[in-house]
């Protein structure tokens, strides 16, 4: 299961419409590792200046390593932290999470391309 949801996030789904800050808590709290990547990410992005940030650490564990394939994954959990977070996501391999701010269209369009993908691989990253 992708999170931990609590009876009253369910029963706000259930009557229609829920929250997008009570869904990110819901994504913040199921997925701290997730979380913690790209929230750093967002931070070091916004210390800096730059037009992206990005993890090229694996993930300690495979419990990690998919606490960020789930969230990055989805549509609905990507969209909200892209909107919290005002930034948008990009995801390569297995841990490769970048962050951009939403004006770095040529950076993020670089980065989603089939060249930066094939030259991100390695041989350690074929299993991840």
């Known amino acids: 299961m992708s999170l931990t949801v609590s ?3 369910l029963d706000q789904a259930l009557a229609g419409e829920v929250d997008d800050e009570a869904f990110v808590a819901c994504v913040r709290d199921s997925l701290p590792y997730a979380w913690s990547v790209i929230s750093e990410l967002v931070e070091e992005r916004d210390r800096t200046g730059a037009a992206f940030a990005d993890n090229q650490t694996p993930p300690p564990d ?17 969209g909200a932290l892209e ?13 490769r999470v970048a962050v951009f ?10 980065f989603v391309t089939p060249r930066a993908q094939i030259l991100n ?6 299993d991840c």
Do not use: I, W
Not at 62 to 78: F, H, K, N, V
Not at 83 to 95: D, P
Not at 102 to 107: F, G, K, L, S
């Open 83 to 95: 909107r919290h977070f005002g930034m948008r996501l990009a995801f390569q391999n297995c841990h």
């Open 101 to 110: 701010d939403p004006t770095a269209t040529e950076a993020l369009r670089e």
């Open 7 to 9: 009876n009253d996030l």
């Open 121 to 126: 691989q390695k041989p350690e990253l074929v």
């Open 62 to 78: 495979e419990a990690a390593r998919g606490q960020l394939l789930r969230c990055l994954a989805s549509d609905a959990m990507r």
